[in-house]
């Protein structure tokens, strides 16, 4: 993936990344916005693919996230002071996952090796419960319609709360067997071998082009 940008384009991003984290913790669509929760997963799933996780400020963006999940309705708002919608269930609840790797690579000895950062049986209701229309689909909260776009992030956060580290030992399944989901990988929510034969199958292609060297490239690392 690092192979489809240039050196001086890569930073470029990194930076716009790294000013975009807020005082919140979270990272909003520009320098300065409140912290949102698709761009905070988009920014943060960014500096994870080009393996810079460190610029960000993990503890704060990781107390952010997890006050985004609603303790009466289980599952999780995409700002401060919002409602609950349920597309947020990968968008935040996904996070999760990408933090709990980025803490772990920095050597923090707290981390379960058992379950993530939220409270997992509580989003799982809220999907569940309250997420799904009786003729199919799911929705943002209850008396809203159903679309594609709940229906495909409802069922993924769904297989987010489910699987703790891609590990059959460590599942959460709530309700019966026909509730579990195949798990999703939490940066390109595909399926986990899908993303392994897409990454095979680039490292297999030459690389073309000369590498650019960067200049005046800001120390952030």
Same mark, same amino acid.
């Given at each position: 993936m690092?192979?489809?940008? *240039?050196?001086?384009?890569?930073?470029?991003?990194?930076f716009?990344?790294?000013?975009?984290?807020n005082?919140?913790?979270?990272?909003?669509?520009?320098?300065?916005?409140?912290?949102?929760?698709?761009?905070?997963?988009?920014?943060m799933?960014?500096?994870?693919?080009?393996?810079k996780e460190h610029?960000?400020?993990?503890?704060?963006?990781?107390?952010?996230?997890?006050s985004?999940?609603?303790? +009466?309705?289980?599952? +999780?708002?995409?700002?401060?002071?919002?409602?609950?919608?349920?597309?947020?269930?990968f968008?935040?609840?996904g996070?999760?996952p990408?933090?709990?790797?980025?803490?772990f690579?920095?050597?923090?000895?707290?981390?379960?090796?058992?379950?993530?950062?939220?409270e997992?049986?509580?989003?799982?209701?809220?999907?569940?419960?309250?997420?799904?229309?009786? #003729?199919?689909?799911?929705?943002?909260?209850?008396g809203?319609?159903?679309? +594609?776009?709940?229906?495909?992030?409802?069922? *993924?956060g769904?297989s987010i #709360?489910?699987h703790?580290?891609? *590990?059959?030992?460590?599942?959460?399944?709530?309700?019966?067997?026909?509730?579990?989901?195949?798990?999703?990988?939490?940066?390109?929510?595909?399926?986990p071998?899908?993303v #392994?034969?897409?990454?095979?199958?680039?490292?297999?292609?030459?690389?073309?082009g000369?590498?650019?060297?960067?200049s005046?490239?800001?120390?952030?690392?």
């Amino acid at each position: 993936m690092c192979l489809l940008f *240039s050196v001086s384009v890569k930073w470029k991003l990194l930076f716009c990344v790294y000013r975009c984290q807020n005082w919140e913790g979270g990272i909003g669509g520009v320098p300065g916005l409140e912290a949102h929760g698709g761009y905070t997963f988009c920014g943060m799933a960014a500096m994870v693919i080009l393996q810079k996780e460190h610029m960000l400020d993990l503890k704060s963006l990781l107390h952010w996230v997890t006050s985004r999940q609603m303790r +009466f309705e289980g599952g +999780f708002q995409g700002r401060c002071n919002k409602l609950v919608d349920g597309c947020y269930s990968f968008w935040q609840a996904g996070l999760l996952p990408l933090l709990h790797r980025a803490l772990f690579k920095e050597g923090d000895t707290t981390l379960s090796m058992t379950s993530w950062m939220f409270e997992q049986q509580a989003l799982q209701e809220y999907i569940l419960l309250c997420c799904q229309n009786p #003729a199919g689909g799911l929705l943002d909260k209850p008396g809203k319609s159903r679309d +594609f776009y709940h229906t495909c992030y409802c069922l *993924s956060g769904l297989s987010i #709360a489910q699987h703790f580290g891609g *590990s059959e030992m460590h599942e959460l399944i709530l309700g019966n067997e026909e509730n579990r989901l195949a798990p999703t990988h939490p940066v390109y929510n595909i399926c986990p071998e899908k993303v #392994a034969q897409a990454v095979q199958h680039f490292h297999q292609m030459s690389v073309t082009g000369k590498r650019e060297t960067p200049s005046n490239t800001p120390n952030l690392s």
